[in-house]
């Protein structure tokens, strides 16, 4: 198998940031998100910036902390002398240690967690289990998102293995960012995919999400000759972010690029409009949200955008 950050998944399993229940924008039917952890790129607007990192990350939820006190009396480390929110060039490397995040044990109101826990393919499959009544009635299953899951690519084969057993439809969420040999190995265990194409110029590309994009592009090709040999459905999503990528002309050549994939290959393409979710999650873990004042699309241009690639022939959708 190929190799991964996280090492041999057999031994091992996956680094799972979040598994959230009852979702409906991630693919058919009432569906479970599996939300892998590491991720390539760093893009401005990520909602989930705690799946990007892929090591395990302390998270501090100032609005539930009542100053207890029982988390600064746990640290040995020092990481929490002056205050709850903690150093956080000490905590950064607490994920290492012999006892790690002793503090969040020691917290009850939640305002202490931990993003990232080691969980094999058999553990996972047997949580999203609980709600096979809700998929078989609905049409849903599980979608596997990130952070990027192409990122840890064992795993990912090994749980999408592990689902199909188990007679669970599954979805895919990936920017495209990992290896060709690891679309080939999972491509026969996807019912459907979502492939994010951000924008079509490689240097705005690189300057919005630390990353270039030609092999993505290139991935994206890969992706729809797996759709067209295995029949899962290949969805392309592009989110309107202001700014970036919120011109018809942008939209319009996303979607001649999506067209020339082929129509028997992309099942549809969806405009995802720019929300503000997730900042709290940026103070959450220390960071500062670099778009503090971006507002999102309005109604109006979202559906110019929509038109603009419609016009190009590929089939709009909206999950």
């Given amino acids: ?44 607007w990520c909602c989930n910036p705690e799946t990007q990192s ?17 988390c600064m009396e746990s640290c040995p480390y020092g990481a929490l002398k002056t205050s709850p929110a903690g150093d956080r060039n000490i905590c950064s490397d607490c994920a290492d240690r012999e006892s790690p995040f002793p503090c969040v044990e020691q917290c009850f109101t939640g305002c202490r967690k931990i993003s990232g826990e080691e969980m094999t393919a058999g553990e ?49 969420e990936t920017c495209g960012a990992g290896k060709a040999e690891t679309i080939e190995r999972i491509a026969p265990y996807a019912d459907m995919v979502f492939f994010d194409i951000k924008c079509m110029d490689d240097m705005k590309h690189k ?32 989110p309107i972010i202001p700014g970036f990528n919120d011109s ?7 979607g001649e690029f999506i067209k020339s994939a082929g129509a028997s290959a992309v099942a549809g393409y969806e405009l995802l409009p720019y929300h503000k979710l997730g900042r ?31 016009s190009t022939g590929v089939e709009m959708c909206k999950f």
Avoid at 2 to 29: C, F, H, M, P, Q
Avoid at 292 to 305: A, C, D, Q, W
């Fill in 124 to 172: 996972v499959t047997a949580l999203v289990k609980r709600d096979m009544n809700f998929y078989l009635k609905s049409g849903g299953g599980v979608t596997i998102s990130g952070g990027e899951p192409l990122a840890q690519p064992e795993f990912l084969e090994e749980l999408l293995k592990s689902l199909k057993e188990s007679w669970i439809n599954t979805a895919i």
């Fill in 207 to 238: 300057q919005w999400t630390g990353s270039g994009n030609k092999l993505i592009l290139d991935r994206f090709l890969l992706m729809a000759e797996m759709a067209r040999k295995y029949s899962f459905d290949l969805i392309a999503r592009t």
């Fill in 280 to 310: 709290g999650k940026y103070k959450a873990l220390g960071r500062r949200y670099g778009l503090e004042n971006l507002t999102p699309p309005s109604g109006p241009l979202m559906e110019r955008l929509n038109a603009a690639a419609g």
């Fill in 54 to 70: 892929n090591k395990k990350e302390f998270m501090f939820f100032a609005d539930n902390c009542i100053a207890c006190g029982a």
């Fill in 248 to 254: 018809e002309e942008e939209i319009r050549a996303i």
């Fill in 1 to 44: 198998m190929t190799g991964s950050v996280y090492g041999s998944t057999a031994k091992r399993g996956g680094l799972v940031a979040n598994i959230e229940r009852y979702a409906l924008n991630d693919g058919l039917g009432v569906r479970t998100t599996v939300f892998l952890k590491g991720c390539p790129l760093r893009c401005r």
